[in-house]
T-cell receptor
Framework: QKEVEQNSGPLSVPEGAIASLNCTYS??????FFWYRQYSGKSPELIMS????GDKEDGRFTAQLNKASQYVSLLIRDSQPSDSATYLC???????????FGSGTRLLVRP | DTEVTQTPKHLVMGMTNKKSLKCEQH?????MYWYKQKAKKPPELMFV???????INESVPSRFSPECPNSSLLNLHLHALQPEDSALYLC?????????????FGPGTRLLVL
């Protein structure tokens, strides 16, 4: 079992729709959770970090964490073609500072 | 300011060359990282420096040699690389402390080994 799992996609949504990206992790000791966006040929860009159960909103983005289910998600409201990218879920477990990435979900927003 | 800079942007080297990748941050972060990313794969951690000391080496071959001259700079010295080492090399930095581990990535150096 991979430590961080994501559906590779592509997830295709029409412009203006809500895109829902999901991630599960295997280690219950994981404490810190991150979503990065990566455009083709570019470096990962931080979208959201979340540490506590529940929702965290920033503009069009909402991260959701459920530690009991070992599940973290990212919702993108009013999706735009410019949101088309690969979204990487990443987890830090205990205090290692070691960021463990999922394989990424490719999002395609259709105009 | 959450900027991490990396030079060069692109590098082509032969298998007998010696080259260095450079990374710099001025955010006062005390942890710095090197990652390697192959096409269509997530970044893979190579090294972690905390307080300028090497704290994690992910069993990276000795042809990759990291160096942290001070709290703002991180180098990766390359020697006798193989074609399979061609990849995007990413530097990142983060504060240290629980709940402050957010890593910020530089733009990367795209390396091609011939």
């Amino acid at each position: 079992q991979k430590e961080v799992e994501q559906n590779s996609g592509p997830l295709s949504v029409p412009e203006g729709a809500i895109a829902s990206l999901n991630c599960t992790y295997s280690d219950r000791g994981s404490q810190s959770f991150f979503w990065y966006r990566q455009y083709s040929g570019k470096s990962p860009e931080l979208i959201m970090s979340i540490y506590s159960n529940g929702d965290k909103e920033d503009g069009r983005f909402t991260a959701q964490l459920n530690k009991a289910s070992q599940y973290v998600s990212l919702l993108i409201r009013d999706s735009q073609p410019s949101d088309s990218a690969t979204y990487l879920c990443a987890v830090i477990k205990d205090s290692s500072y070691k960021l463990i990435f999922g394989s990424g979900t490719r999002l395609l927003v259709r105009p | 300011d959450t900027e991490v800079t990396q030079t060069p942007k692109h590098l082509v080297m032969g298998m007998t060359n010696k080259k260095s990748l450079k990374c710099e941050q001025h955010m006062g972060h005390r942890a710095m990282y090197w990652y390697k990313q192959k096409a269509k794969k997530p970044p893979e951690l190579m090294f972690v420096y905390s307080y300028e000391k090497l704290s994690i080496n992910e069993s990276v071959p000795s042809r990759f040699s990291p160096e942290c001259p001070n709290s703002s700079l991180l180098n990766l010295h390359l020697h006798a690389l193989q074609p399979e080492d061609s990849a995007l090399y990413l530097c990142a930095s983060s504060p240290l402390g629980a709940g402050q581990e957010t890593q910020y990535f530089g733009p990367g150096t795209r390396l091609l080994v011939l």
